[in-house]
């Protein structure tokens, strides 16, 4: 079965660090894009960061660029989203993704990951 399987989140105060990951089975991520987006309630869908899995090109949303960091490894073939000085504004459900081809922040992707809830609160 293909899918994105994703795991971390949590309760975590302002200013602490959380690492999400996002591994894909039953597919190989050689050509695809990897997203990661956020919905808090009320607001949204947006997107995070992404990363070309091929050549580990890099885009994040500009209020984000310094706190958050996405990377791949592609013997795990997961892709991973560390954050940092997480803010109470940062509580959302995360939410990753693949599409074949580009990196986009909107726009439609092909697979998406279950979600997981990340509270940054004291």
């Known amino acids: 079965q293909e899918q994105l399987v994703q795991s971390g989140g949590g309760l975590v105060q302002p200013g602490g660090s959380l690492r999400l990951s996002c591994a894909a089975s039953?597919?190989?991520?050689?050509?695809?894009?990897v997203g990661w987006f956020r919905q808090a309630p009320g607001k949204e869908r947006e997107g995070v960061a992404c990363?070309?899995?091929?050549?580990?090109?890099?885009y994040y949303a500009e209020s984000l660029k310094g706190r958050f960091t996405i990377s791949r490894d592609n013997a795990k073939n997961t892709v991973y989203l560390q954050m940092d000085s997480l803010k109470p504004e940062d509580t959302a459900v995360y939410y990753c993704?693949?599409?074949?081809?580009?990196?986009?922040?909107?726009?439609?992707?092909?697979?998406w990951g279950q979600g997981t809830q990340v509270t940054v609160s004291s």
């Open positions: 990363i070309t899995f091929s050549n580990g090109r890099t």
């Open positions: 039953g597919f190989g991520l050689d050509y695809y894009a």
């Open positions: 993704a693949a599409r074949l081809d580009l990196c986009v922040m909107r726009g439609p992707y092909d697979y």
